[in-house]
């Protein structure tokens, strides 16, 4: 076989060489990756996607290598065996797709909504509604009494009967300053909410909370 033909051949498989050798790694990538330690299904935001596991030394934490091209957004929710985590990172150049998630340890009640459906009308004409709430709305998160500093495993303690809340981007009139939860049995009002880890409505927020008697 000529160099011409082998060449000719090899570029079928893409644009030019750098293409060429993109799509053959992804392709063997691809290839072994259900048979790779780790691999595991599980569902992020409710979607069945195949991933391979890595457990890190802290218990809390993991990281998810995903299928060349695929992306998982900051903030998803990742549901291992029967375990909840947030996606708190996420890189990857096309071929080594990387996830950071961290582990869910409580949830963070919001109200549901009210709907009102006609039922009849009076005798003027007028609707009579009926007024039914909506079931709250359960959202996994990471509760912390305590933060790290400068990128770094060192943390410092939050002042006493103060807790910050990690969720998903989330909008809800129960997200507001001074509005008040409950966690751990316990009453708290939202002191700030900080939006520093969310882009464009996607990624999480931290939620400060102060108890209150």
């Not at 790779?36 to 979607?47: A, C, E, L, M, P």
């Not at 457990?55 to 900051?74: C, M």
């Amino acid at each position: 076989m000529s160099f011409d033909l082998y060449k000719k051949r090899l570029l079928s498989y893409g644009n030019d060489e750098r293409d060429v050798v993109l799509n053959n790694t992804k392709n063997i990538i691809n290839n072994s990756f259900t048979n790779s330690f780790g691999y595991s299904v599980v569902k992020i935001n409710d979607v069945d996607t195949e991933v391979i596991v890595v457990n890190k030394d802290d218990s809390t934490q993991k990281e998810l290598l995903i299928r060349p091209d695929q992306t998982v957004e900051k903030g998803a929710t990742v549901l291992v065996g029967t375990q909840y985590y947030l996606v708190t990172d996420f890189n990857g150049n096309g071929i080594n797709q990387k996830a950071k998630i961290k582990l869910c340890n409580n949830t963070f009640t919001l109200k549901g909504s009210k709907i009102q459906t006609i039922v009849e009308y009076n005798d003027f004409g007028e609707p009579i509604y009926d007024e039914t709430n909506t079931s709250d709305i359960l959202i996994p998160c990471i509760v912390d009494t305590s933060i790290t500093i400068d990128n770094t495993d060192n943390a410092i303690n939050l002042p006493e009967g103060r807790i910050n809340i990690t969720i998903p981007y989330t909008e809800h009139e129960d997200i507001a300053i001074d509005k008040e939860f409950v966690m751990y049995g316990e009453k708290y009002k939202i002191m700030s909410i900080d939006y520093t880890q969310s882009i464009n409505k996607e990624g999480l927020i931290i939620i400060n909370g102060k108890k209150v008697s």
